[in-house]
Structure formats: structure tokens, C-alpha cells
């Protein structure tokens, strides 16, 4: 595994551990149609800790474990920033998010 892919594997063990820490894990799997979105970060089916949960992280494991290269130039810290700027509980999770672009940058 290369360093970029090591990279993008610790943080998202790092995402995930921030969104349990601050509560913002799920234990429930959202609906089989809420995942089927076809809007940016799901917002019209899923809140931002269900579309980090059940779509992010699984996608990029995934890319990460099969050795493809990762989606450059995309930054998805901003919407989470707007989103959830008011929420306490969410500052260490965007600091996370704020990691993973810059490795995708």
C-alpha cells in the first residue's frame, strides 16, 4: 500500500472514531432508498453523519483496500462547515475533514 493510500486509511479510522466519540455514530443502517440518493451528500434523504457514515467512509475503504488512485480535487470539509459550523460536537470531525482533502487536493 502506498503513503497516500496509508494516509487516506488512517483517517478514516480517524473520521470514524471522531463521529462515536461525538456521538454522531449510528448503530441503525438507514434505508435501503435513503442510500439510493442521487443529490451531493444525499441531503435530501440522509443528515451529514449518515452520508459520512454509510456512503463516504465505505466508498473510500474501498478504494483505499482495491489500490485505485483517489478522487482528486474535490473538498467536502466546506459543506460540512456550512452544515454543522453551529454544532459543537462536529468541530473535531471537520478537522478530520479538512485532512482528507488536503490528501485528495
Known amino acids: 500500500m502506498n503513503t497516500v493510500h496509508l494516509q487516506m486509511q488512517k483517517l478514516l479510522i480517524d473520521v470514524e472514531y471522531t463521529l462515536k466519540q461525538s456521538g454522531l455514530w449510528e448503530v441503525n443502517n438507514p434505508s435501503p432508498e435513503a442510500l439510493m440518493s442521487t443529490q451531493p451528500f444525499a441531503v435530501d434523504t440522509l443528515h451529514p453523519e449518515q452520508w459520512l457514515q454509510w456512503i463516504f467512509i ?29 454544532k459543537p460536537e462536529w468541530a473535531k470531525v471537520i478537522k478530520v475533514l479538512k485532512e482528507i482533502d488536503e490528501v485528495c487536493a
Open 58 to 86: 465505505p466508498k473510500m475503504q474501498q478504494i483505499v483496500r482495491s489500490q485505485q488512485a483517489l478522487p482528486v480535487g474535490f473538498a467536502i470539509s466546506p459543506y460540512f462547515e456550512q452544515t454543522c459550523q453551529s
